[in-house]
């Protein structure tokens, strides 16, 4: 405590000139853990000029040197994912355990992009005019694919760490430039993990991170004419940044309410697994977490008896002692959660546990018998309370889902691999899970929303298909 944590730019870190900086409170503790810079629009202008000329020697160096340094920051990362882990603990009250796995992961992640960068931006197409009608083979034409520029990435506070390189690696082994505004609960582990990238030796300027409050500098960003492509994740302000943005590649991940979709036939025990694991992981805060079961009528009650068994055994408290259900983000998170959780009761929703809070910390809650008229049958808690509707169709589980604003994942459990494919085809979202919770990994998977649950598609070899642009040469015969 008392120390201000610098921001990174042109490969060193910096003490902000604005003398200002912003608090990080610990969720578990609701007392200050860390503070951080509160960067001037004025110190973002010079990041981004940094990162302009940086990106345009970066486009120049072999690729098979961009894959050196990316697997060497990964293996950096690696090495310090005890303390970062730690941080995660103190800023976000992620799990320990679960804390350690984002930064191995976030490691994986880095190297295979690595790979796949060299292999997929190593090729590129040939085409000749004769297939065209009117043409003769007189004009040849080479494709191949270049960077974008400037990348801004913003990811949120569930994962700081692998949701910031989730966007870094694709965006670096692609040529481009990155300047990274981490979420302010989580900047600590963003900022420890770009001094890997830093330890590394990737050249100035070609990475930088500024720390900061929205309001002073959110806006300035997302609609500075030095950023060439914007990779956010996050909750509503990424609807707003695709408003104002400028005309540039918006990759956005927002919000989520992953229906599970029961059928009578359904292998209950792995259901209630799966609820378990979906919906109360990292306490809900996820954007692929179950955020609504729609189970069919008639074994309801038996997978509501097989959920609450599991609900009893999950363990309560801090993050530090690698608990199931930790504090969530913030006391605004948990107000929010305690609303929808009060006009549920009001409407007359069965509790299934009692409804307990301390601090930010909310014991794991089952919703049974919620009805379309209630808010937590659309909105999403982000937090460990779980609404189940009983169906008495599958064109009901459908319809609700499709009723939704969002479009993240969904999932649907059944033995019948045929009604789960037209299930699949009704429910209109990015992803369908057969058989298992919503989840956005393995991390080369395709990973996109419809609807407000955003625009593009994620994944390794996605994002860095996004990150370029093809550019065409075309040798005009004689
Ligand atoms: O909430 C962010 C989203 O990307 C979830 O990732 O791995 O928990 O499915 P995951």
């Excluded at 960068?117 to 191949?144: A, H």
């Excluded at 030095?226 to 990424?238: A, E, H, L, M, P």
């Excluded at 919000?255 to 025990?269: N, R, T, W």
């Amino acid at each position: 405590e008392g120390d201000v944590y610098k921001y990174y730019a042109d490969g060193e870190w910096k003490k902000s000139s604005s003398g200002k900086n912003v608090a990080i409170i610990n969720p578990t503790t609701r007392k200050t853990q860390y503070k951080v810079q509160a960067c001037s629009q004025e110190e973002v202008n010079k990041v981004m000029d940094s990162a302009k000329s940086a990106q345009k020697l970066w486009a120049k160096t072999p690729l098979w040197k961009r894959a050196e340094l990316l697997h060497k920051a990964a293996a950096i990362l690696k090495e310090h994912k005890a303390p970062i882990a730690e941080c995660l603990v103190k800023e976000i009250a992620k799990p320990a355990k679960d804390a350690v796995t984002e930064v191995v992961r976030s490691g994986d992640l880095i190297s295979y992009c690595a790979e796949e960068g060299v292999r997929i931006l190593g090729e590129g197409k040939f085409l000749v005019s004769d297939s065209f009608p009117g043409n003769e083979r007189t004009k040849y034409c080479l494709t191949s694919k270049i960077p974008l520029g400037v990348i801004l990435a913003i990811p949120p506070f569930n994962y700081p760490v692998n949701l910031a390189v989730s966007k870094i690696a694709p965006a670096l082994i692609a040529g481009n430039s990155i300047v990274l505004k981490p979420p302010t609960q989580g900047a600590v582990s963003a900022l420890h993990m770009v001094h890997c990238f830093h330890l590394a030796g990737f050249p100035k300027g070609l990475i930088s991170c500024v720390t900061g409050k929205g309001s002073e500098i959110g806006d300035f960003l997302t609609m500075h004419p030095g950023v060439n492509c914007i990779s956010f994740t996050g909750g509503d302000t990424g609807i707003a940044i695709s408003k104002k943005a400028n005309m540039i590649p918006l990759q956005m991940e927002l919000g989520g309410k992953d229906a599970c979709i029961v059928l009578e036939d359904a292998d209950l025990d792995l259901v209630a697994a799966n609820i378990i694991k979906g919906g109360f992981s990292y306490s809900g805060q996820r954007c692929t977490a179950v955020k609504v079961v729609l189970v069919m009528e008639s074994v309801a009650d038996a997978l509501v008896e097989k959920v609450n068994a599991k609900v009893a055994k999950l363990s309560v408290g801090p993050p530090e002692n690698d608990s199931d259900i930790t504090p969530v983000v913030s006391e605004s998170s948990a107000n929010f959660i305690e609303g929808l959780v009060s006009d549920a009761k009001q409407k007359g929703a069965t509790f299934c546990q009692e409804y307990k809070r301390e601090g930010n910390l909310i014991w794991p809650l089952l919703l049974d018998n919620v009805r379309p008229d209630m808010r937590i049958a659309w909105e999403e808690p982000f937090g460990p309370v779980l609404p189940v509707i009983r169906i008495n169709s599958v064109e009901e589980g459908i319809n609700h889902c499709n009723a939704s604003n969002f479009g993240l994942q969904g999932c649907v459990f059944t033995k019948d691999v045929n009604k789960a494919m037209l299930i699949s085809d009704a429910m209109e979202t990015g992803t369908v899970q057969i058989n298992s919770a919503p989840a956005r990994g393995p991390d080369h998977f395709p990973f996109q929303g419809i609807k407000d649950s955003g625009i593009g598609s994620q994944g390794i070899t996605n994002s860095i298909n996004m990150m370029t642009k093809v550019k065409t040469t075309v040798i005009n015969l004689p």
